[in-house]
């Protein structure tokens, strides 16, 4: 019997979702389903998978991503904007009787290239079990994943392509020729045979995402027996599932008795279909290439061989926009000349063809150029930027004479253009100059801190975290801009700039007060072991003994007399930061104790690091610095439990004759007779009291 609910009763329901703990329930499942993957338990895959596809919160994410874009309505017209066709989009979802209806073809031409591309839009119920079916697969496809591919994973980036591709090339040892390889239509060519047999997913509901067709023109159109949709949001991952296990292949054809492997020769970063593998020889290369076309046959796709090619890195390479060259024994890489003269064209295009207000054409400039500026700052983009520049204000010099043909060259200057008081000139609305054409001279370089390909999302969450807040501080986000323009660029400590290349970090300038904007000031990240030297003044000493104050004074000596190199490895001891703390848990005599974030901070005197709240990570000890964790470690504690969410921790004494039980599972997981609970309660109280627990 099917129930319907009232619109109202729908959207109220929709209005009052917890976004944050679905997140969270949907984000527990996936990490033991790619802890499953990883074991390669087939058994478990298959149950969290399901479990997935049926939650409720996962059906709501699916369907609030989905709305959330700005695509237009598959062939049936409709979209779902209002919180009640939202609420029962979501209830709908169900792979039972599941019938994927064809696509809406559309086609868009590329100005930049000249071609057309064919993109079919599904129906919002259809990319919505797209979505959520995704939610399935994504964790299974990471764990197996190629270490060094790129495209369409969480917590990667085309940076982190580039810096693999960078640190490939450099060094002594670094091989010099490269195969840049491009796989021939690949969306239109996968077969879906393949893509059934190898895919690890529901393949009934696979099968009805391959088989639907498409209309244009008010014309249906069957699918045939390969291709996937560029415009459906399953395609990315079933095209990096279709390409996983290039890297092993290759290996294992290169090197089959698996002696001396030569990890740099056959190395490869992947992009999508974008393929970069550095070899020793070109005559590795040319084999590379016949093993390519080997694997891709497998799956029903072949090399483009117009974009193929097989180069000397000291002749220059391309990749993704980016060539690299390598002149004594130095590499470099800057913006190519092709995406150069492309993003001119574009900006030449918008500009002298803009019939749109001022203020517009500046917006849609600053657009364009910062999300260009984005990918390029991470190279050595000053000349490719002072290129830029320089065409985009002839283009707006054109356009401005061009609409005032009879007005004096100088007048029409001084009408959009301001001259700052360092003689450049600003192109600016005429009666508010805050609203003007940024340049990219500005913008400052940076170098990426690439991302570990050993870990993975779904499991090694904290280090995702931490690694897009460090993020926000090295680019200067709006965040930390504040911070960055107070110091003029420049050192807290050493009080010379911070130069583009170099490594910056951020320091509470005060530990007695909170970590605000106001409160923290950057560093040069080598420079950042001297806040133990300043620490000491910060501090209240009247908390210390002579003893402990020469114990940090002869810390502070030797690690002065280190060479720096070796300072980090043996840093000077730290803990004393937190000897309120530390002496907290000295005087204790409890067996478990319990503290609040709240009262850690009243007892070391001053408020946590924003990091303390956002990751577990600043809770447990390293191995290369003292943490917070010394000053209970030291005194014989250990933390059993971290409650992020409700900001408690527990720590239970580490004494010889203590031990922990492991409760059997039928005791928390099953219901139990009345007698049964009543008896456990008394035994529980007993041993209590007996051990004083």
Not at 66 to 71: D, E, I, K, L, P
Request: charged share 25%; aromatic share 10%.
């Amino acid at each position: 019997m099917k129930i319907e609910f009232p619109d109202e009763y729908l959207g109220k329901l929709w209005n009052e979702i917890d976004w944050k703990q679905a997140e969270e329930t949907l984000a527990a499942i996936q990490r033991s389903l790619a802890l499953a993957a990883n074991s390669r338990d087939e058994k478990r895959i298959v149950e969290l998978q399901k479990k997935i596809v049926r939650l409720d919160e996962a059906k709501w994410l699916a369907v609030r991503h989905v709305c959330g874009s700005n695509a237009g309505p598959g062939m049936d017209g409709e979209k779902w904007t209002k919180p009640e066709q939202k609420m029962k989009g979501a209830l709908s979802l169900t792979s039972d009787g599941y019938h994927a209806k064809p696509l809406r073809q559309i086609i868009t031409h590329s100005r930049s290239t000249g071609k057309d591309r064919h993109i079919g839009v599904p129906t919002f119920y259809d990319r919505s079990m797209q979505v959520l079916y995704s939610y399935s697969l994504a964790p299974v496809a990471e764990a197996m994943a190629d270490r060094k591919s790129f495209a369409f994973r969480p917590g990667r980036s085309m940076q982190d392509a580039a810096a693999y591709i960078f640190e490939a090339l450099k060094g002594g040892d670094a091989p010099e020729w490269i195969v840049v390889a491009d796989v021939k239509a690949c969306y239109a060519s996968i077969q879906h045979g393949w893509l059934l047999s190898n895919v690890p997913m529901d393949k009934k509901v696979l099968q009805e995402f391959l088989k639907r067709g498409h209309v244009f023109a008010g014309e249906l159109f069957p699918a045939g027996e390969t291709g996937i949709s560029l415009g459906a949001n399953l395609s990315p991952l079933l095209g990096n599932v279709t390409l996983d296990g290039l890297q092993r292949y290759l290996y294992d054809h290169l090197y089959p008795n698996k002696d001396k492997i030569d990890y740099l020769d056959g190395n490869m970063i992947r992009w999508a279909d974008d393929i970069f593998i550095t070899v020793r020889t070109k005559k590795t290369g040319e084999k590379i290439m016949s093993l390519l076309a080997g694997f891709l046959e497998m799956r029903g796709l072949t090399l483009s061989r117009s974009k193929c090619k097989i180069v000397n890195i000291k002749d220059g390479v391309t990749f993704l926009s980016r060539t690299y060259i390598k002149k004594d024994g130095v590499v470099r890489s800057y913006p190519s000349a092709e995406a150069v003269e492309r993003v001119k064209g574009e900006l030449g295009e918008l500009i002298l063809t803009c019939k749109k207000s001022q203020r517009s054409l500046i917006n849609a400039l600053n657009s364009k150029l910062t999300k260009w500026a984005a990918y390029h700052r991470y190279s050595d983009a000053v000349d490719a930027f002072r290129d830029v520049d320089t065409a985009v204000q002839t283009f707006l010099l054109q356009a401005a004479i061009s609409k005032h043909p009879k007005m004096q060259r100088t007048k029409v200057i001084n009408k959009y253009w301001y001259r700052e008081a360092g003689g450049r000139h600003i192109y600016a609305l005429p009666d508010q100059k805050d609203v003007y054409v940024i340049s990219l001279a500005d913008v400052m370089l940076v170098e990426h801190r690439k991302v570990a390909t050993n870990k993975n999302y779904y499991i090694d969450t904290d280090y995702f975290e931490m690694r897009e807040h460090q993020k926000g501080i090295e680019r200067v986000t709006a965040d930390f801009r504040p911070i960055w323009q107070r110091q003029g660029g420049r050192c807290y400590y050493c009080n010379r700039p911070i130069l583009q290349d170099q490594r910056r970090t951020l320091v509470q300038r005060d530990l007695n007060y909170p970590a605000s904007k106001r409160n923290m000031a950057y560093v040069h990240t080598i420079c950042k072991p001297n806040d133990l030297v300043i620490l000491s003044t910060d501090e209240d000493v009247s908390v210390f003994n002579d003893f402990e104050i020469l114990q940090m004074l002869d810390g502070i000596r030797e690690a002065k007399d280190k060479p720096i190199g070796l300072r980090e490895k043996h840093s000077i001891p730290n803990d004393w930061r937190f000897i309120k703390l530390k002496r907290f848990f000295a005087a204790s005599t409890a067996v478990s104790i319990t503290l609040t974030f709240e009262q850690v901070e009243q007892y070391i005197g001053h408020t946590l690091p924003k990091t303390a709240r956002k990751s577990s990570s600043y809770w447990y000890p390293r191995s290369n610095c003292n943490t917070i964790a010394e000053a209970w470690i030291t005194e014989g504690y250990q933390m059993v439990k971290l409650d992020m969410k409700k900001e408690t921790l527990r720590f239970h004494r580490c004494q010889e004759g203590l031990v922990h039980i492991q409760l059997p599972q039928w005791l928390t997981d099953q219901k139990i007779p009345d007698d049964a609970r009543t008896e456990l309660e008394n035994f529980f109280s007993y041993i209590g009291k007996r051990y004083g627990l």
